[in-house]
């Protein structure tokens, strides 16, 4: 049905950058919100950035002016910029998007690491 494939986790120092993609594939019609979330060891899952069908973007207040969410319509995918990590961004990170026609239906894509430590 619907896949999502989700790329460019890693280990990466303290001020450094990662860059996160996450690609649909399937049987989409047309796709709505997309999220990126993260859960680190021993906490909750928290919503981190989303971008609506029309651009739109809202970020948590802790990552807030050092990630962008974007989205490439054509490519059918998501990614998020992430500069000046801290080890506090240590997490693995979901994309989550809804396609059709509204609310549409809701998938997730597998979790990525992101380590961020010196």
């Known amino acids: 049905q619907v896949q999502l494939e989700v790329s460019g986790g890693g280990l990466v120092q303290p001020g450094g950058s990662l860059r996160l993609s996450c690609a649909a594939s399937g049987s989409i019609s047309s796709i709505n919100d997309m999220h990126w979330y993260r859960q680190a060891p021993g906490k909750e899952r928290e919503l981190v950035a989303t971008v609506t069908s029309v651009g739109r973007t809202t970020y948590a207040e802790s990552v807030k002016g050092r990630f962008t969410i974007s989205r490439d319509n054509a490519k059918n995918t998501v990614y998020l910029q992430m500069n000046s990590l801290k080890p506090e961004d240590t997490a693995v990170y979901y994309c989550?998007?809804?396609?059709?026609?509204?609310?549409?239906?809701?998938?997730w894509g597998k979790g990525t690491q992101v380590t961020v430590s010196s």
């Open positions: 989550r998007l809804y396609y059709g026609k509204p609310p549409g239906f809701g998938a």
